[in-house]
């Protein structure tokens, strides 16, 4: 297999927080105060919303330049939800403030299905860990 993407988590001194290098990028991980953090940067599971809402927007403003679409100003909000049986699910909301289509909406909502983040969660994804 071909690497696509990697990153490396480095603790930072506090209890929950945490450099991220990724490429040229640095980012900051954390947990908010009631989880025992300080939050001085998203938590895990508010990058993993970044990156997928990131995803869909990048790949929604490929999929509409090339079809000639003015899609105007592209908002992705998402929530992950998760109940007591461990259950868990994300949504996902598109918002434009460009007057579409329903046609146009429809094709939107399809790809975003199809984005690469969506179809690896939506998969799954085989995780070994070693010693290092």
Not at 14 to 19: Q, S
Not at 105 to 121: H, N, Q, R, S, Y
Request: hydrophobic fraction near 40%; charge should be negative; include cysteine.
């Amino acid at each position: 297999m071909k690497a696509i993407s990697s990153a490396t988590v480095t603790s930072a001194g506090a209890a929950c927080r945490h450099d991220i290098q990724t490429g040229r990028h640095t980012l900051v991980a954390d947990e908010p105060p009631h989880a025992g953090g300080q939050d001085a940067g998203p938590a895990p599971y508010d990058l993993l919303l970044a990156g997928l809402g990131a995803c869909t927007a990048i790949t929604l403003r490929m999929y509409a330049e090339k079809k000639g679409w003015d899609i105007g100003a592209l908002r992705v909000e998402l929530s992950f939800l998760k109940n007591r049986e461990g259950e868990s699910r994300i949504e996902r909301t598109l918002h434009t403030d460009a007057v579409l289509e329903d046609a146009q909406w429809e094709k939107l909502l399809e790809i975003a299905g199809k984005t690469p983040v969506t179809k690896t969660l939506l998969e799954g994804v085989g995780i070994t860990t070693v010693r290092g």
